[in-house]
């Protein structure tokens, strides 16, 4: 599906329902809590019921009741368009090898969010509110996450991420959860390894400052890194930049002139990239390191030989066996795409994905309550890119991966204990 805007009539049922939702949300504060949270569960099973066809009595049975549809919606056009498919790759192969549970069949209803904010919540609301989803997966960029938390909060459905690291996406959410590592953890990582592994005393960041996730990662790094020097200064320069810009001469240029021992360049795939690449056509010698976004082919062909060398955090690597989940993955996507290896991020939707049926299984149900309580619940979940524990706000304490471009390859170096 593409995700693109649906109009009704203004008479339609499903229209008259969502006003009356909008009439009962301002509502709010003049009604109990406890008879508010019936209101307009009722509203939303109404609008579902028009939808699926569902409701009506008798022996009649919808063929909807045979399914359960899990939502997805990711960056499958526009500038994270790489990110998002590279995710619905591993959330399609986790679905072909597990496609029912508690005797249903699975059905995946996957929307494009469109590399923007709000049409990230649109996809959200859609999913929610036309397909009736009772779990959602999504979305790579933390951006697009944090947009869509509000409906999933308000809706009550549970939200799985595969990928979104900032801290913000599941922060005063309940119903938003995520199998990876965030940022804190990740900053903390590549300040170690820049301090421990590179001797570097004077940092510099070049931030994609329109990102969520950039700005997130680069304020823990510089956190974590001030600490580990003992120098208030040690982080010489911190230069800005929007997402799709193609010239970086100046802040390179401004980076230059303050010799760092290291760059640290959290953002985009493409612009991190340019950025390397530039920075090395400028002699900037000194290494570049960043975050698991580079983690993409098309950071590999946009910086070509300039990017070798270049150090990021990431997920998941095919040559490191987490749990024998990991094994079944591999061999499942070897099957599947020969030529090529997987993404951390193509595990981590693969992990999402099984997390919500193992989930469901163990609430022994498809509404999204008994869902969301079972996530909450999770330890110890044995996923292909790690064990999954999730803390109090809904996040994976589980290992990092350093990785490196070696001979135009991502490659292995190590992995990095969780705090």
């Known amino acids: 599906m593409t995700g693109k805007r649906y109009a009704l009539p203004q008479d339609d049922p499903i229209i008259v ?15 109990p809590a406890q008879y508010f949270k019936i209101l307009r569960r009722l509203c939303l099973l109404l609008v579902a019921g028009i939808v699926t066809g569902c409701g009506g009595g008798g022996e009649e049975t919808s063929e909807a009741d045979d399914v359960i549809k899990i939502g997805v919606f990711e960056p499958l056009t526009g500038a994270n368009a ?16 597990y ?4 005797g249903k069949k699975v059905e995946l209803v996957v929307v494009d969010n469109k590399s923007d904010k709000a049409e990230a919540a649109s996809a959200a609301a859609r999913l929610i509110e036309k397909d009736n989803v009772c779990a959602i997966i999504g979305s790579w960029g933390s951006a697009f996450s944090i947009s869509a938390g509000n409906i999933i909060k308000e809706n009550e459905v549970p939200c799985v991420g595969a ?5 913000l996406v599941t922060q ?4 938003y959860f995520r199998v990876c590592f965030i940022d804190p953890f990740q900053g903390k990582v590549m300040a170690r390894y820049a301090y421990n592994n590179l001797g570097a005393k004077k940092a510099a960041i070049i931030q994609e400052v329109s990102n969520d996730y950039a700005v997130g990662l680069a304020s823990f790094f510089k956190e974590e890194f001030t ?6 200064n040690a982080v010489v320069e911190v230069s800005n930049y929007q997402t799709n810009d193609t010239d970086f001469t100046a802040q390179l240029g401004n980076v230059k002139a303050k010799n760092p021992d290291v760059i640290f360049a959290p953002g985009n795939f493409t612009e991190s990239a340019l950025i390397i690449k530039q920075g090395r056509q400028l002699g900037i010698d000194v290494p570049f390191i960043g975050g698991d976004t580079w983690e993409v082919q098309e950071f590999l062909s946009v910086g070509g030989e300039q990017v070798e060398g270049a150090v990021f955090s990431t997920f998941f690597d095919p040559s490191y066996t987490f749990t024998p989940e990991s094994e079944k993955f591999l061999e499942a996507f070897k099957e599947e795409y020969p030529d090529r290896e997987p993404a951390a991020v193509t595990a981590l939707g693969y992990d999402a994905y099984i997390l919500i049926l193992d989930a469901i299984e163990r609430a022994g149900s498809a509404d999204p309550a008994a869902i969301r309580d079972a996530l909450a619940e999770t330890k110890g979940f044995e996923g292909a890119a790690g064990v999954i524990t999730l803390d109090e706000n809904g996040d994976a304490v589980k290992d990092a991966v350093i990785k490196t471009v070696k001979d135009g390859k991502f490659v292995f170096m190590d992995v990095v204990k969780a705090d």
């Open 99 to 102: 496609p029912e549970v508690l």
């Open 82 to 97: 790489a990110g998002g498919e590279l995710e619905k790759e591993g959330i399609e192969l986790a679905n072909k090898l």
């Open 163 to 167: 990928s979104c690291t900032n801290p």
């Open 172 to 175: 005063g959410n309940d119903w």
């Open 17 to 31: 329902i969502r006003k009356r939702y909008v009439i009962l949300s301002k509502a709010k504060d003049l009604i």
């Open 227 to 232: 600490k580990l020097t003992g120098d208030p």
